[in-house]
Nanobody, 124 residues
Framework: QVQLVDSGGGLVQAGGSLRLSCAAS????????LGWFRQAPGKEREFVTV????????YYADSVKGRFTAFTDNAKNAVYLQMNSLKPEDTAVYYC?????????????????WGQGTQVTVSS
């Protein structure tokens, strides 16, 4: 069992940056692939990025590649999402999630645990 708590969202102007955090408690952090998803109003939850169990590999959605970076701090049992060059279309509730699967899972149904979400709003 893993409990995830998202934080770090807020309001930022286009071109700005934010760093989201996800603190995990419970079972060993390194047992899970860690993903970030987002859901904009009226849209389905979509994949943003994932880090595999070892932290050695990452995979990004095309829409954020080159602007977002995900990384972990195993000592703090935390995963972060650094978001640069933000655009209004990045506005959404962002969720971290943990998957028991090996590799780089990218579908919602491949994840076992979810944070409560944190709102990111990018103004134009």
């Amino acid at each position: 069992q893993v409990q995830l708590v998202d934080s770090g969202g807020g309001l930022v102007q286009a071109g700005g940056s934010l760093r989201l955090s996800c603190a995990a408690s419970g079972r060993a952090f390194s047992s899970y692939a860690l993903g970030w998803f987002r859901q904009a109003p009226g849209k389905e939850r979509e994949f943003v990025t994932v880090i595999n169990r070892t932290g050695a590999s990452t995979y990004y959605a095309d829409s954020v590649k080159g602007r977002f970076t995900a990384f972990t701090d195993n000592a703090k049992n935390a995963v972060y999402l650094q978001m640069n060059s933000l655009k209004p279309e990045d506005t959404a509730v962002y969720y971290c999630a943990a998957s028991k699967l090996a590799g780089l899972p990218w579908r919602n149904d491949q994840y076992d645990y979810w944070g409560q979400g944190t709102q990111v709003t990018v103004s134009s």
